[in-house]
């Protein structure tokens, strides 16, 4: 019995650690705060038996903790574990009581999450009942609902760039102004919130082709700018905002804008630097065609080589496509041996997401990206006079596309074991594995 009791205590005083800790991380960005927080509530979790009342919010506070680390990294053990986590608590805690509907919000994030990475409209829809759920157990004036509702948006706009469906657009919208409504206008928070409703205004200006909310848009990101001017998300949107303005008027007053705000934020944010250093080098060629600045010729190349090179590291995707918009600047200006180099990153590129089984929801954006670089860097490599490489290159996207097509029937064939034909199958996984090494690249071939 003093074991019991001693164990007991023992797991009260590591959650409380580990919240506190938890809790510190949030206030100053310290990882080693988040990482003894994390420790520490496993051993709460550890130590606790399995029927205690006290499991759940054990359970909850480390998914918490694993989810804040999830935002960190990216790491999807943690967007896993976190569910998982998240899983247990629902299946344990009253379904109406208190815990339960504290950690639904967060839950619910997690699901968009992993809809964001692996595509299932399900975990967009269950996170949306989550917080509907979530959003009616909440008061007015409680200081979660604010975040609950800016959450609900995000998954709505999320679904709504899945189905196109413009309710979920215009239901979105609405989330966020309430989102707006209730929190203070001074909140830290409200520029995110701002920011996510600038970009459903940005959403209904290339649905309707409405120039005005182009304008509300700039206008609302530039509000919360003045509330958080250091926040190279809604900076990094503004001058996207700023570049669709200049496409409209083909003021270079915009376009200037677009090119000093993205320097910023290249410099200043290292977590999506491929992704804004290909929007900067895109800005710096347009800037160039009006121009012919020989300088911004010379900064583009440069960036979008560095885009090319920390994409291929950080964020493989993004590698792909500032090397497609490389090479397609680089045709245009008949520059064939600068085109040949972007292409020969975007071909690495390329062949690294088809061994890849996972590339989210956008991946039929990603796999365009990768049919149309083939075809590029074969005129390239034609131009170039060499006949080899732009055979090769043409092979390469057949092999891309008929890889994705043979994996997307290979999820099918699960049924096949069950019906007693499991040898069916393995045949069937080991001619597709068979086809994706004949994509990878060869030695003397000539590819650059």
């Known amino acids: 019995m003093i074991e019991r009791v001693d164990t007991s205590s023992r797991a009260v005083a590591s959650n409380d650690l580990g919240v506190a800790l ?87 994030c997690l699901l968009l999450d992993r809809f964001e ?89 290339r649905v309707d082709d409405d120039l005005t909310q182009l304008d509300r848009a700039v206008d609302t990101f530039s509000v919360a700018l003045a509330i958080s001017p250091d926040h190279p998300r809604v900076r990094a949107n503004l001058a996207g905002a700023l570049w669709h303005r200049w496409i409209e008027h083909g003021d270079e007053r915009d376009l200037d804008s677009v090119v000093d705000i993205l320097r910023e934020v290249v410099e200043a944010d290292v977590a999506g630097g491929a992704r804004w250093s290909n929007n900067l080098a895109v800005a710096l060629g347009d800037r160039y ?28 995707r993004w590698s792909l496509l500032a090397a497609r918009n490389w090479g397609k600047w680089a045709m245009g200006r008949a520059a064939w041996a600068e085109a040949a180099q972007a292409h020969g990153f975007g071909r690495a590129a390329a062949l690294h997401l088809s061994a890849t089984r996972n590339r989210g929801r956008h991946q039929e954006h990603w796999l365009r990206q990768a049919r149309g670089l083939a075809v590029d860097s074969a005129v390239t490599s034609l131009r170039m006079g060499d006949l080899r490489d732009a055979v090769l290159a043409l092979e390469e996207g057949r092999a891309l596309v008929l890889a994705e097509a043979l994996a997307r029937e290979s999820a099918e064939l699960d049924g096949l074991a069950d019906e007693g034909r499991a040898d069916l199958a393995e045949r069937y996984r080991v001619g597709v594995d068979r086809l994706v090494a004949l994509t990878r690249p060869r030695s003397g071939t000539g590819r650059r």
């Open 117 to 205: 990475r692996d595509g299932e409209a399900s975990d967009v829809d269950t996170a949306l009942a989550l917080l509907q759920q979530a959003v009616a157990e909440t008061p007015p004036g409680a200081p979660a609902r604010a975040g609950l509702l800016n959450t609900r948006g995000n998954c709505l706009r999320a679904r709504f760039e899945l189905t196109g469906r413009s309710t979920d657009l215009e239901s979105a919208t609405t989330a966020f102004r309430l989102a707006l409504d209730c929190g203070a206008t001074t909140a830290p928070e409200r520029a995110t919130y701002l920011d996510n409703l600038a970009n459903c205004l940005i959403d209904r200006y």
């Open 22 to 108: 938890r809790d510190r991380y949030e206030r100053s960005g310290d990882p080693a705060d988040l990482a003894r927080a994390v420790e520490h509530l496993r051993d709460a979790v550890r130590l606790t038996t399995p029927r205690s009342p006290d499991l759940p919010r054990y359970l909850g506070n480390l998914a918490r903790a694993v989810r804040l680390r999830h935002d960190r990294t990216g790491d999807p053990a943690d967007l896993d574990e976190g569910l998982a986590l998240f899983d247990r608590v629902a299946a344990l805690a009253d379904d109406t009581g208190p815990i339960r509907a504290e950690y639904r919000g967060e839950h619910a």
């Open 289 to 316: 065609r009006v121009r012919a600045d020989a300088a911004d010729l010379a900064e583009a190349t440069a960036v979008f080589r560095t885009a090319c090179e920390s994409g291929a590291v950080a964020d493989i």
